[in-house]
């Protein structure tokens, strides 16, 4: 666009302004984002509700009945999907709480 200007005279000044305020921006944002990379990361730590004891024994009892876990990216003849599902949200929990020590 910009060549298109410095060819045809009647290249309006709204479009060149619009031009180097557009590359303007994108150099702050570069400039911001290096920034940031320099700064300490922020980390968001959502809060874990806690589980009385018998809704958990009640909720091994149910694991127990299951199939074996799936593979994650697959389901085979014999496996449960929840059993899977239910691993990911162990190790996930797992991951907030150390996440949570080092605050």
């Known amino acids: 666009m910009i060549a298109i200007c410095l060819t045809l005279p009647a290249c309006s000044v709204g479009i060149i302004s619009s031009l180097v305020t557009a590359g303007a921006s994108s150099t702050g944002a570069y400039f911001d984002y290096k920034t940031a990379q320099k700064a300490e990361p922020v980390i968001v730590v ?4 806690d589980y009385g004891t018998a809704v958990q024994h009640a909720a091994a009892d149910e ?4 199939a074996p876990p799936c593979p994650r990216d697959i ?17 996930l929990r797992d991951q907030i709480r150390a996440a949570k020590a080092d605050d």
Do not use: F, H, K, N
Not at 46 to 49: A, K
Not at 63 to 66: A, G, T, Y
Not at 75 to 91: E, F, H, K, N
């Open 46 to 49: 959502p809060e874990l509700r």
């Open 63 to 66: 694991v127990d009945r299951l």
């Open 75 to 91: 389901v085979t003849p014999g496996c449960s999907a929840l059993a899977r599902m239910i691993i990911d949200y162990g190790v």
